[in-house]
């Protein structure tokens, strides 16, 4: 399932959790595809915190508790790591990383916490939510088969990379635009993991931030820029992007198309990506601005030249998923959806 799917359900299962209705999540995916970030996502977007536990790091005692004596009984101190109404708040949600990494000792104390939202006398604050994620045994992680008991607590969703909804997170979060325009020009390349390789940096969402933030560093050093992306991507991908990034010399004036002024559309196809990703990035840079209207005319007016209809289609997505709705009413946008409409409605 695509993020842009999942994050959703996500989203209604963190609101059902104060209304009784929650089922546990357990997110399924390869390494690098972003399933923490979404339980991230979503807390953020309600303000309310989460608690990162990391099970493969963790002793069945960790999560019970320590046992002491009280009079003729004994009794278990709670963990300070569980949700607390007092301390954490009365929303918010629990987030057992990595637990298919755990040893069956450590799953086996987390029966009762997801399904019955409690251990011994300590129980979960009716607003928190339960997710969980994990590696699939083929995904070169460290991890056992999870128990039949335990994987039966939970409802199941598989994570899989998808590039528009990367690249929607990538202009909101100030991934630099060259990178969003290479994965455009380059799909396949926003994760390739082969676990037969066994390979050590290798291409995933996680690791192309990791390239944007060595552009961003290394970008005045070419002679250290290179390495330091194959170190994020592995060697086969940061090649590629070096090559990409070093033929961008050659990209029209971007200023003279978001102003109207006559601007030549590339011939190479690399070239034509990173023009769409560039002019995506200014408007967004701009879309509270005065002149957002005038720019995105520009833009649209340019988006027609484009010698494969493809190519502005894209474009002209990507702008409104970031943008929104002030797309429909510029005047250009009529003329360019009616070129467009034998792509967009029949292909």
């Known amino acids: 399932m695509?993020?842009?799917?999942?994050?959703?359900?996500?989203e209604r299962e963190f609101l059902s959790a104060a209304e009784g209705h929650h089922t546990p999540v357990m997110m399924w995916g390869p390494p690098g595809v972003g399933k923490s970030q979404m339980v991230g996502e979503v807390a953020a977007r309600h303000g309310v915190p989460v608690i990162d536990i990391r099970l493969?790091?963790?002793?069945?005692?960790?999560?019970?508790?320590?046992?002491?004596?009280?009079?003729?009984?004994?009794?278990?101190?709670?963990?300070?790591i569980l949700p607390n109404a007092e301390r954490h708040g009365d929303r918010g949600i629990l987030f057992?990383?990595?637990?298919?990494?755990?040893?069956?000792?450590?799953?086996?104390?987390?029966?009762?916490?997801?399904?019955?939202?409690?251990?011994?006398?300590?129980?979960?604050?009716?607003?928190?939510?339960?997710?969980?994620?994990?590696?699939r045994q083929g995904d070169r992680g460290v991890t056992y088969a999870m128990p039949a008991p335990l994987a039966n607590r939970f409802s199941h969703f598989e994570v899989e990379a998808n590039l528009d909804?990367?690249?929607q997170w990538a202009y909101e979060?100030?991934?630099?635009?060259?990178?969003?325009?290479?994965?455009?020009f380059r799909p396949e390349l926003l994760f390739d993991f082969d676990p037969a390789r066994n390979p050590t940096a290798f291409p995933t969402p996680r690791s192309w931030e990791f390239a944007s933030r060595a552009l961003q560093k290394f970008g005045d050093q070419p002679d250290l820029l290179g390495?330091?992306?194959?170190?994020?991507?592995?060697?086969?991908?940061?090649?590629?992007?070096?090559?990409?990034?070093a033929n961008l010399s050659r990209m029209p004036d971007l200023d003279a198309i978001?102003?109207?002024r006559p601007a030549e559309v590339p011939r190479d196809t690399d070239l034509q990506y990173a023009v769409a990703a560039a002019l995506v990035a200014r408007a967004i840079r701009n879309k509270n601005g005065a002149n957002i209207r005038e720019m995105l005319g520009h833009i649209l007016d340019y988006a027609a030249k484009f010698p494969l209809k493809e190519m502005g289609v894209m474009l002209v997505s990507?702008?409104?998923?970031?943008?929104?709705?002030?797309?429909?009413?510029v005047p250009q946008f009529a003329t360019w959806a009616n070129q467009v409409a034998d792509i967009v409605l029949y292909e």
């Not at 086996?108 to 997801?114: C, E, G, R, S, V």
């Not at 194959?230 to 090649?239: E, R, T």
Request: aromatic share 8%; hydrophobic share 45%.
């Open 165 to 167: 909804d990367w690249s």
């Open 258 to 260: 978001v102003e109207g």
């Open 227 to 245: 390495p330091a992306l194959a170190a994020c991507v592995g060697q086969a991908a940061g090649i590629e992007l070096s090559a990409y990034l």
């Open 56 to 80: 493969s790091q963790m002793e069945p005692s960790d999560l019970r508790g320590i046992p002491f004596r009280v009079g003729e009984h004994v009794d278990w101190a709670i963990p300070s």
């Open 173 to 184: 979060n100030g991934i630099d635009e060259r990178l969003i325009g290479f994965l455009r």
């Open 318 to 329: 990507d702008i409104h998923r970031n943008v929104g709705q002030t797309l429909f009413g």
């Open 2 to 10: 695509r993020p842009a799917q999942l994050i959703p359900i996500l």
């Open 96 to 135: 057992l990383d990595e637990i298919t990494s755990a040893p069956p000792s450590v799953s086996a104390a987390a029966y009762q916490l997801i399904l019955d939202r409690r251990l011994g006398a300590y129980e979960v604050p009716p607003g928190w939510a339960i997710f969980a994620a994990g590696n």
